[in-house]
């Protein structure tokens, strides 16, 4: 089982960055894929899910009307969009999946996790 996510880099705040999460040896299109992130010193947290059965999507508060999550099962990847970029959102960003379908928030649902990419907002 592989996540392999890319697309971070450095970004002047306001700007827009792409994640992408590559997967392999599982079958993706009944995961529930999701993306996390973490700052230094700080907690993981939650970003944004998206639901395999459902399609249904749901976001952090911090990031609504700005992250869209979205997936391509011909691809077996999914995509975090992110706009309007804030210094705040400065952190390691990671992708997990998870079997149960729904939008789980917590960490203990997701089997798999990604490297992580790192994503720094800064002037």
């Known amino acids: 089982v592989q996540l392999q996510a890319s697309g971070g880099g450095l970004v002047q705040p306001g700007g827009s960055l792409r994640l992408s999460c590559a997967a392999s040896?599982?079958?993706?299109?009944?995961?529930?894929m999701a993306w996390f992130r973490q700052a230094p010193g700080k907690m993981r947290e939650f970003v944004s899910v998206s639901d395999y059965r459902s399609r249904k999507t749901n976001y952090a508060d911090s990031v609504k009307g700005r992250f869209t999550i979205s997936r391509d099962n011909a691809e077996n990847t999914a995509y975090l969009q992110m706009d309007s970029l804030k210094p705040e959102d400065t952190a390691i960003y990671y992708c997990a999946a998870s079997p149960y379908h729904g939008t789980p928030s917590d960490t203990d649902y997701y089997d798999y996790w990604g490297r992580g990419t790192q994503v720094t907002v800064s002037s």
């Open positions: 040896g599982f079958t993706f299109n009944i995961y529930t």
